[in-house]
């Protein structure tokens, strides 16, 4: 029902910038809320940041907060993530994902996201 798509990712520096992007596809339009989650390897999966349907509300974890930024674009149904300061704790598969069923509510916790996309690497070099 809905399709998600993130790219962006790539291999970079400690304290360089990256910009995810997430485009979504659906067969008929209606509000969500969108968020970003990432999972490194051997660790569970961890909430990055999202940002309700009318982008009012937006909710960053403690660790990125200050460095990371979500924006969108409603018309074209993206979302993006601003990374800067990269360290390589930010290392990781970073996933975007939709919630149907709270569009009013940036909502923290990855259980209530409905369709999530395949993700897209992030490496950051010491």
């Known amino acids: 029902q809905v399709q998600l798509v993130e790219s962006g990712g790539g291999l970079v520096q400690a304290g360089a910038s990256l910009r995810l992007s997430c485009a979504a596809s659906?067969?008929?339009?209606?509000?969500?809320?969108m968020g970003w989650f990432r999972q490194a390897p051997g660790k569970e999966r961890e909430f990055v940041g999202c940002?309700?349907?009318?982008?009012?509300?937006?909710n960053y974890s403690d660790s990125v907060k200050g460095r990371f930024t979500i924006s969108k674009d409603n018309a074209k149904n993206t979302v993006f993530l601003q990374m800067s300061s990269l360290k390589p704790e930010d290392t990781a598969v970073y996933y975007c994902?939709?919630?149907?069923?709270?569009?009013?509510?940036?909502?923290?916790?990855?259980?209530?996201?409905?369709?999530w996309g395949l993700g897209t690497q992030v490496t950051v070099s010491s």
């Open positions: 994902a939709v919630d149907i069923d709270r569009p009013w509510l940036a909502g923290v916790d990855g259980n209530d996201y409905d369709y």
């Open positions: 940002i309700n349907s009318r982008g009012s509300t937006i």
């Open positions: 659906t067969r008929t339009y209606r509000p969500y809320t």
